[in-house]
C-alpha cells in the first residue's frame, strides 16, 4: 500500500494525547489492616423472633380492650408502620413499644375523627 505522509498523519494521536515526559512514581510501605465481617444471620433471625413476639404480644392486648372489630384493621397496619420504622434504627426492641404506642393513638384518633364525619354526613343525608 503506498499512502503519503498527510494520510499517515491524519490517523496519527492528537498532539495533546501524546507521551511527554514519564513521570516517576513512589509508593510508601506496604500497609496492612484486618477486615472484620459483621455478625453472622442467625443473631439477626434471633433478634427478629424476639421482635415478632414483642409485636404480637402488644398488638394482641391492644386488639383484646378494643369493643368493636373495625378497628382491626387500623390497630395492624399501626402495629406494621410501628414495626418498620423501629427495624430503621440500632436498637429496634427499645424502640418498638413506644412507636406502637403513638401509632396506636394516632390510629384511634383517626377512627374517631372517621366516625364523627361519618354521623355528620348521615345528617346531612337525613334531611
Known amino acids: ?3 503519503n505522509k498527510n494520510e499517515i ?16 512514581a513512589k ?17 439477626r433471625a434471633m433478634q427478629e ?3 415478632e413476639r414483642l409485636k404480637h404480644r402488644l398488638l394482641t392486648r391492644h386488639l383484646a ?6 378497628l382491626n384493621t387500623p390497630l395492624r397496619r399501626a ?16 424502640v418498638f413499644p413506644v412507636l406502637f404506642e403513638e401509632k396506636i ?4 384518633r ?4 372517621q366516625a364523627r364525619i361519618f354521623e355528620r354526613s348521615r345528617e346531612l343525608l337525613a334531611v
Open 1 to 3: 500500500m503506498n499512502k
Open 9 to 24: 498523519r491524519a490517523f496519527a494521536a492528537p498532539e495533546w494525547l501524546r507521551p511527554r515526559r514519564r513521570v516517576p
Open 27 to 43: 509508593f510508601g510501605p506496604e500497609t496492612r489492616f484486618e477486615v472484620r465481617p459483621a455478625p453472622p444471620a442467625p443473631f
Open 49 to 51: 423472633t424476639e421482635f
Open 65 to 70: 380492650a378494643v369493643p368493636t372489630p373495625e
Open 79 to 94: 402495629a406494621n408502620d410501628a414495626a418498620a420504622l423501629a427495624w430503621a434504627t440500632l436498637y429496634p426492641l427499645l
Open 105 to 108: 393513638a394516632a390510629a384511634f
Open 110 to 113: 383517626q377512627a374517631e375523627h
